[in-house]
């Protein structure tokens, strides 16, 4: 484990204050609507949504999740890229699993979980053989080999309809969003 790095740490942050401040202590009616992202062109769609649902989430268990996974994840890679490509890469693929689920499905989004997706199988592709612990089951897995169960699982949940009300396919382009731009860089750095 890697100590906590500043992009992280303020993301962690900024997720929290979001949720509680939402849902718990701005008594402000409607007020979550500008945190949830409609299709655009749709009347519930405000453009301060492509950049606040990313920073929302719908209960305790969905932030609990997206902030651990940063929190495991994101040290490692804003370590190796650095606090403004690390950055970079999480709104980019926040923003590209947005548009991959809205694509698919006008159902309503919101969360970090495209862009958490995108940290964890950035650090899949920069440490593939880092041995990890999963949850569910517990046991052992590679870096890599869990990366890739994730794109299947949330590839085949998305399109069989397995866990609705998941943004199955906001999860699968931020995931593939994450690894592309690990191995531009990765090119570019060698040229």
């Known amino acids: 484990m890697l100590r906590m790095t500043e992009v992280v740490k303020n993301l962690l942050i900024i997720n929290v204050i979001v949720f509680v401040a939402v849902w718990f202590m701005i008594p402000i009616p409607g007020i979550e609507q500008y945190f949830i992202l409609y299709r655009p ?6 453009p301060v949504q492509i950049v606040s649902h990313m920073f929302m989430h719908l209960n305790f268990e969905h932030l609990f999740f997206n902030m651990f996974g940063l929190y495991m994840f994101g040290p490692w ?4 890229l650095g606090p403004k490509r690390f950055l970079i890469l999480y709104l980019v693929c926040g923003f590209v699993a947005s548009a991959a689920q809205l694509f698919i499905s006008p159902v309503p989004i919101l969360g970090a979980s495209g862009a958490i997706y995108g940290v ?6 920069m440490f593939p053989n880092v041995q990890l612990m999963l949850l569910f089951p517990p046991i052992p897995i590679k870096a890599k080999y869990m990366a890739v169960v994730f794109l299947v699982l ?4 998305g399109l069989t309809g397995f866990q609705p009300g998941i943004a199955h396919f906001a999860h699968v382009g931020g995931a593939i969003c994450g ?7 990765k090119m570019a750095n060698l040229r």
């Open 41 to 46: 062109l749709s009347s519930g769609f405000y």
């Open 77 to 80: 890679v804003e370590s190796s």
């Open 120 to 125: 964890t199988v950035a650090f899949a592709t």
């Open 154 to 157: 949330g590839i085949f949940s």
């Open 179 to 185: 690894f592309l731009m690990i191995r531009y860089w």
